[in-house]
């Protein structure tokens, strides 16, 4: 059975992740870790440990990506909650069976090895949720 690990993160979307800092970083004082770039995505992530998991702030980079739609439609603030697993195919096929809508049927593999698929607002009571798989052995924000 699949066990479920913790909250991996919060991801807030933002229009500007410099402007948003000031907040984050800046007033409550969190470190930040990083900021990458994922070209797939069209966005800019800043990461910010809090205790055992992370608030991410993520910048579309594009017009045309879901997550530019999304901002221009819903504006800035929680994007998505990321719940961390330890077997991520499972647990989707019997969310599946239970009838409950994914919008990633099957998990989306990363290079480094992290897995990972959401779950459609639809079916959770309005919030998008993401799981996580990290692979074992693994130093990616455990």
């Known amino acids: 059975m699949t066990r479920i690990m913790k909250i991996h993160h ?3 979307v933002v229009e500007d992740i410099e402007t948003s800092l000031k907040f ?3 007033g409550l004082g969190l470190n930040l870790d990083q900021v990458r770039h994922v070209p797939e995505q069209d966005a800019a992530i800043a990461i910010l440990p809090v205790g ?3 608030i991410e702030l993520v910048q579309p980079i594009g017009q045309g990506s879901g997550l530019a739609r999304y901002l221009a439609k819903k504006g800035q603030g929680m994007h ?4 961390q697993v330890d077997q991520i195919t499972p647990l989707l096929s019997g969310l599946k069976q239970k009838g409950f809508r994914l919008i990633n049927e099957e998990p989306v593999q990363e290079e480094n090895g992290k897995k990972y698929a959401f779950i459609h607002p639809e079916s959770t009571g309005g919030v998008l ?3 996580y ?3 074992a052995n ?3 924000s455990e």
Do not use: T
């Open 52 to 54: 055992e998991g992370e």
């Open 10 to 12: 919060v991801a807030m």
């Open 80 to 83: 998505h909650l990321c719940i």
């Open 133 to 135: 798989e990290l692979p």
């Open 138 to 140: 693994s130093k990616l």
């Open 24 to 26: 984050w970083r800046d």
């Open 129 to 131: 949720v993401e799981l």
